[in-house]
Each structure stands twice: as C-alpha cells, then as structure tokens.
C-alpha cells in the first residue's frame, strides 16, 4: 500500500468502440495481457486496469471495452461522457464495420459536444486484422484519406500477431 502523502497515479479513461466482431476485446486483452482470443463471444461491456510508464512517469490506464451491438446503442453515451480519449475500431475484412465508424465518430461528436472542426478530442481509427491482408476490403488509400478528413491518425493493428497493438493505446495517451 502507498504511503498517505503519495500522490494519487494519474489515470486515463480509453474507451474501445466499433462494431460487433471487429477485434475490440482481442486487442484489449492483447495489451492487457499479451494474450490472443481466437474465439469471438459478443461483449455488454468490461472494464480492465492497467498501471503503465507514460513519459517516464506512472500512470493508469482504464479500458473500457464496449459493446459493438446496436441493442447497446443507448447505454453508449454515458460511456462516451466519461471517456477522455477513443480508439476507434473496425476490420480491415468487413467494409460495413468500416463504414459504421463514423456514426461512432458522429456520436462521441454529439455527445462530447464537439465541433470535430476545432475540438481535440483524442481519437484514433484502427484498422483491425492486418494479418488478413489476403480478405482485405477497404484500401489503404481509404481508410487514410478517413482518417486525414475527420484529422484524427489511423493505424493498422493485428491483435493476433500485436502488430502496433501496445503503439495505439501509448499514441492515444
């Protein structure tokens, strides 16, 4: 236990959205616990904790990964309330996740009360599943020229290989 004068760690709220099936869970459990789940179960919502270095100081880092169905959709903007940054997932396979990326933009937008032209909310669109380059449905040039437009980043991630997995959470942060 801490001593009692210790400050408390600085914590950071992420919030993991994107639709059903795109790899959120994968890529949360991939950071938190250098681990890979092949198996897709839908997920309501969890919460993982993490204590990490940032700029040479520590902190932690709370994950908040959501569900991607729609019957959640009205529990979303309490989560979207409290997050201070998003990471912004969809599948590299799947176009439809792809295209529903911006009604998830669109709703952090609302509900943060933003203006996407001038506020900085700390936001990053992931393309999940680089390791299916061979099922790929949207090009890189797309996805990129997204990104550019709503002038957020856009990486490509691989929660079965951890290609750029640790990278997205230290970028966002």
């Known amino acids: ?5 210790s400050p408390p760690k600085p914590l950071h709220k992420v919030i993991m959205v994107g639709s059903g099936g795109v790899g959120k869970s994968a890529l949360t459990l991939q950071f938190m616990y250098d681990e890979f789940v092949e198996d897709y179960e839908p997920t309501k919502a969890d919460s993982y904790r993490k204590n990490i270095i940032l700029g040479g100081q520590e902190c932690q880092i709370d994950i908040l990964d959501t569900a991607g169905q729609e019957d959640y959709a009205a529990i979303r903007d309490n989560y979207f309330r409290s997050g201070e940054g998003f990471l912004c997932v969809f599948s590299i396979t799947e176009r439809e996740s792809f295209e529903s990326t911006q009604d998830f933009r669109d709703q952090i937008l609302r509900v943060k009360g933003a203006d996407s032209a001038t506020d900085n909310i700390p936001f990053i669109l992931i393309g999940n599943k680089s390791d299916l380059q061979n099922r790929r449905q949207i090009p890189l040039e797309e996805c990129e020229r997204i990104a550019s437009e709503w002038r ?3 990486i490509e991630t691989s929660a079965k290989t951890k290609d750029n997995v640790d ?3 230290y970028d966002l942060l």
């Open 167 to 169: 990278k997205v959470f």
């Open 1 to 5: 236990m801490p001593p009692q004068n």
């Open 152 to 154: 957020v980043p856009y």
